[in-house]
């Protein structure tokens, strides 16, 4: 009984194997380096996501690709490794979506605030059809995006006060990434919005430059913002995604077999860094509050009513071309429920 099943099971397996061999020996593979270039710490979800990529990307492909990650921004600054990118002088990068507006307007959408009400509504969003139609915009302009991984719900830290009621933000200088909605976003709860990229963040707040920023959690651990900011208001005002991105010039020159390999790699890490980056969020809040911070979470109806005072980012954001990507991800979000 068990030989007559196992029999086929075994001539299957030595079949494959046999068919696989000549198969993976075939494949298109030079050896390359790839530069993957990040803004936050290598201790942090990104970093070691960055190192799940590079592993993954190792093993398929027999040790010719090989990643090397540069952590902290010592490639440039998000903004400054798009360009390079798009220009063919470096290979990959991971950032925010939100530093995506000067390559591809759009990509602002994400950024409007109050518009995902959880990671798995996220998933669905950005891992179906319209996150992926959204990366299809991207190699028009000089770039591949290959997967969405997490940045996370963004939270409010400053030196000033507590933040529980939109009033709270009157005259905080607040650093925000360089995207025009959340300028205006906070602008209009009262704040003093300062954009400035995020590898000259720790200095400013350091320096009392600007009073508070946003963050998910992860970061705000991950970079020690607890060592220069008293207060964290748990907002969660935007749902944040990060993106992997290839150089389109420096990709089309790969072969078929190496593309392949970049982009199932990239789904891997993706699934380990949306695991790792929920596990330590749940850490991360008694940690900053070891560290001293004081840690309050924003009721329900004051977030009501700072969505509702942030209309004017939604507005001006559907009056200068947006509202075609609002409206569908609107759609996927309702379908996402
Ligand atoms: C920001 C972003 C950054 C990330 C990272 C540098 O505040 O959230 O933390 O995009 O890749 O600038």
């Not at 960055?50 to 010592?74: H, I």
């Amino acid at each position: 009984m068990t030989t007559l099943l196992f029999k086929p099971v075994l001539a299957g397996l030595l079949a494959a194997g046999f068919l696989a061999a000549p198969l993976v020996q075939a494949a298109d593979i030079k050896p390359r380096l790839i530069r993957f270039g990040y803004g936050l710490a290598e201790d942090s979800n990104q970093g070691r996501a960055v190192k799940v990529f590079a592993d993954e990307v190792t093993k398929r492909s027999g040790g010719k690709l090989k990643v090397k990650g540069f952590a902290s921004a010592t490639l440039g600054n998000d903004v400054q490794m798009q360009n390079a990118l798009i220009g063919g002088a470096q290979e990959m990068m991971v950032g925010s979506t939100a530093t995506l507006v000067g390559v591809e307007k759009d990509f602002g959408v994400y950024d409007l605030p109050f518009l995902f009400s959880n990671e798995q509504e996220a998933d669905k969003v950005l891992d179906g059809a319209f996150g992926q139609s959204l990366l299809t915009r991207l190699p028009a302009k000089g770039m591949v995006g290959l997967a969405y991984w997490e940045n996370g719900f963004r939270n409010v830290t400053n030196t000033k006060r507590p933040i529980t009621r939109f009033e709270d933000f009157q005259g905080i200088k607040l650093r925000v990434m360089q995207n025009p909605v959340y300028i205006e976003m906070f602008n209009s709860f009262g704040a003093n919005a300062v954009p400035l990229a995020f590898a000259e963040l720790f200095t400013a707040l350091e320096t009392r430059a600007v009073d508070g920023q946003e963050n998910p959690v992860n970061t705000i651990q991950s970079s020690k913002f607890y060592e220069v900011q008293k207060y964290l208001s748990i907002t969660k005002h935007v749902y944040s995604p990060w993106v992997v991105t290839v150089s389109k010039k420096w990709w089309d020159g790969l072969s078929r077999d190496e593309q392949k390999i970049l982009q199932d790699a990239a789904v891997v890490s993706r699934a380990f860094e949306r695991k790792d980056t929920r596990a330590e969020a749940m850490r991360s809040v008694s940690f900053l509050t070891q560290q001293g911070m004081q840690i309050n979470k924003v009721s329900d109806a004051e977030l009501k009513r700072m969505r509702d005072k942030a209309k004017p980012a939604f507005d001006r954001f559907a009056a200068n071309g947006g509202g075609e990507v609002l409206k569908a991800l609107q759609g996927a979000l309702a379908q996402a429920r």
